[in-house]
Each structure stands twice: as C-alpha cells, then as structure tokens.
C-alpha cells in the first residue's frame, strides 16, 4: 500500500465526515493490509522520574505549575527500572517504555538513561524513552545505546496548541522529532483528543502528523484524563467536555489508521474508563497497540488481568516481541 505524506485538511476532515460504519469498514481495510487484525501489542510505562517538570502543560499533574499534590521524585535507580522491566516481560509485554518528567534531560543523567536503554534491550524488549525536548548530541548517544523509540508527542493541533501549552512551542516539537529521526531512531508521536477542542482541531492534529516527511512509527492516541489541580482539570471534570464521546474518540482512531496505514496506532491513556464495546470498536478501527499495566506514569491504567479477559473474549493476542534493532534473536528462539 503506497503510503502518503501529502494529505490535506479537506481529506481529513472528509474522512471524518464519513457515515460510521463506512469510516470503520476502510479503516479496517487498510488495517488488514499492513497488520495482523488479531495482534495488538502490549507495552508498559513507567515513571523512571516524577513530577517537578517546569513546563506549564495544561493537561498534566506532574508540572510544577499544577496544584495536585503530587510529589516530586529523583530519576530511579538503574537497577529498579530493570526490575520493573523483567516483570512487564513476564506480564506479556513486549515493549517497555520510560518517561521522565523534564524539559530536557541533563547532561548528567545521560549515563543512567543509557544503562537502563542498554539493560532493557539485553532482555529482548523494544525500548522506548520520553525525556521532553533532546539535542542532536543526545538524541546520538541514545540511538548509539540502541534505543528503538523515542516518544515525543505533539499534543493537539497547531492552532489549538498555544492554549494547552506556553513554555513549549509546536516547532519546539517538530525539532526533537527532527533530532531523533536524524539519529536513527524509530518515531512515537500521538496527542490527546477530549481537551475541550473542535473536530476541527482533531482534522489539524491528525494532518500535522500525517503530512511529516515520514510517518511516525507508532502513534498514541490520548483520551484526557481530568485531574483536579491542573488547568483542564479544573476546567472540564465537571462539564460533559470532560469525556471525548466514545464515536468521536474511535473516529480518531480510524482516521489515524487510514492516514498513516503503516504506524502502530496505540490506545493509549483514558482506556480505564472506556467500556470494552468502545476499546473493541477502536481495535476494528485499527488500534494494534494499548499500554498494559495499572498505571500509566501516574494516572490509572485498566491493569493486565482485565486486558487479558478483553482479548479472550475478542479473540485477540499479544504481539510477539521482534529481535530488539541490531540484536539478533538466538537460535532457541
């Protein structure tokens, strides 16, 4: 399937204005050409440093500008997040995922981060790392410690950025993205829908993403989860704004698949309070990644046990991990 980088907003928009059943019967379609319809795979995140982060992201309780209560945590130590990434491994998990609530990481914290990079790769899982912003220099040592992914979100449309987000700016974003890209490193790139924004602004989320030079590997799709104490928070827990309808979160997700037939499509926060029929539905839209476990950095998560009663009942089964990149697979595998 030939792959386009030249989508335009009138595209997109009118792929969302497609009558549900078609809009998911195209998505499957394309799903099916490039996927397994009946593989979805599981990874795990984890908070390796927690709150503290200067900037001011409206949707999140880990800014210092946030009233939440949230404690303020050093980077881990090594040893703790490889523990951590071992029972993942034994969980199911085939990809392990690391965030750090920072501007940018340090230079000092760089041989740490490189450890656990190192340390999680030994254990045959994909690696994937969120630091925030990064320079050309570290996204290098983290492509040379063999990093397979770097997650860098670019949140929500351009236009609609400037009001979740002040301390950052959008091309902000696309210059990491450029950084890790130039070092070799896959692209995990997604946003959250449910911020009080426009279908129009979803159309301008998914056409940001869809029209890079190349598609991000792997795309997480974010439902917000309102946390009091945060400036969305506060300001949509108590309005019906507050949950993205469950249609319009899984048109999201098909017009993710259509655009960018190759990427990982990942359901990612705000599945613990989606009922299975809605996570059903955006797996046939083509959703073939969730986070697993019972907390996403440090919000709730619907935990291993009730993803593994969900895919027997559908029919689904995990993705097998692939020989991390420039690691061959031993013969015994």
Request: with cysteine; net charge negative.
């Given at each position: 399937?030939?792959?386009?980088?030249?989508?335009?907003?009138?595209?997109?928009?009118?792929?969302?204005?497609?009558?549900?059943?078609?809009?998911?019967?195209?998505?499957?379609?394309?799903?099916?050409?490039?996927?397994?319809?009946?593989?979805v795979?599981?990874?795990?995140?984890?908070?390796?440093?927690?709150?503290?982060?200067?900037?001011?992201?409206g949707?999140?309780?880990?800014?210092v500008?946030?009233e939440?209560?949230?404690?303020?945590?050093?980077?881990?130590d090594?040893?703790?997040?490889?523990?951590?990434?071992?029972?993942?491994?034994d969980?199911?998990?085939?990809?392990?995922?690391?965030?750090?609530?920072?501007?940018?990481?340090?230079?000092?914290?760089m041989?740490?981060?490189?450890?656990?990079?190192?340390?999680?790769?030994?254990?045959?899982?994909?690696?994937?790392?969120?630091?925030?912003?990064?320079?050309?220099d570290?996204?290098?040592?983290?492509?040379?410690?063999?990093?397979?992914?770097?997650?860098?979100?670019?949140?929500?449309?351009?236009?609609?950025?400037?009001?979740?987000?002040?301390?950052?700016?959008?091309?902000?974003?696309?210059?990491?993205?450029?950084?890790?890209?130039?070092?070799?490193?896959?692209?995990?790139?997604?946003?959250?829908?449910?911020?009080?924004?426009?279908r129009?602004?979803r159309?301008?989320f998914?056409?940001?993403?869809?029209?890079?030079?190349?598609?991000?590997?792997?795309?997480?799709v974010?439902?917000?989860?309102p946390?009091?104490?945060?400036?969305?928070?506060?300001?949509?827990?108590?309005?019906?704004?507050?949950?993205?309808?469950?249609?319009?979160?899984?048109?999201?997700?098909?017009?993710?698949?259509?655009?960018?037939?190759?990427?990982?499509?990942r359901?990612?926060?705000?599945?613990?309070?989606?009922?299975d029929?809605?996570?059903?539905m955006?797996?046939?839209a083509?959703a073939?990644?969730?986070?697993?476990?019972?907390?996403?950095?440090?919000?709730?998560?619907?935990?291993?046990?009730?993803?593994?009663?969900?895919?027997?009942?559908?029919?689904?089964?995990?993705?097998?991990?692939?020989?991390?990149?420039?690691?061959?697979?031993?013969?015994?595998?």
């Open positions: 399937m030939m792959t386009r980088t030249d989508w335009t907003r009138e595209e997109i928009a009118a792929l969302f204005d497609l009558p549900f059943p078609e809009l998911l019967f195209r998505a499957a379609e394309v799903h099916r050409a490039s996927h397994r319809a009946d593989e795979q599981l990874s795990t995140l984890l908070s390796i440093k927690t709150g503290g982060c200067p900037e001011d992201c949707y999140c309780n880990q800014s500008h946030a939440t209560g949230l404690k303020a945590t050093k980077l881990m090594v040893r703790a997040v490889l523990q951590s990434a071992a029972q993942a491994k969980n199911g998990s085939s990809r392990f995922c690391m965030g750090a609530a920072w501007r940018n990481p340090k230079d000092r914290d041989p740490a981060i490189i450890e656990m990079v190192k340390g999680v790769r030994q254990m045959g899982m994909e690696t994937c790392m969120t630091l925030g912003m990064l320079t050309p570290q996204a290098a040592q983290l492509a040379d410690a063999g990093l397979d992914y770097y997650n860098h979100n670019i949140d929500t449309s351009p236009e609609r950025y400037g009001e979740v987000i002040t301390t950052r700016s959008f091309q902000e974003r696309l210059d990491t993205l450029d950084y890790v890209r130039g070092a070799g490193i896959n692209v995990c790139s997604g946003g959250i829908v449910g911020m009080g924004e426009t129009e602004d159309v301008g998914i056409h940001a993403l869809a029209t890079l030079p190349q598609h991000p590997e792997s795309v997480p974010n439902a917000l989860v946390v009091k104490g945060t400036v969305l928070g506060d300001m949509l827990a108590d309005t019906p704004l507050a949950k993205i309808d469950d249609i319009e979160f899984v048109r999201t997700v098909a017009v993710a698949r259509i655009t960018m037939p190759a990427s990982m499509v359901l990612s926060a705000g599945r613990e309070g989606m009922s029929a809605t996570q059903a955006c797996f046939l083509g073939n990644s969730i986070f697993t476990g019972d907390k996403l950095l440090t919000t709730g998560n619907a935990g291993d046990d009730k993803d593994a009663a969900l895919f027997a009942r559908l029919g689904l089964r995990p993705m097998q991990a692939e020989a991390p990149r420039g690691q061959e697979a031993c013969g015994c595998c």
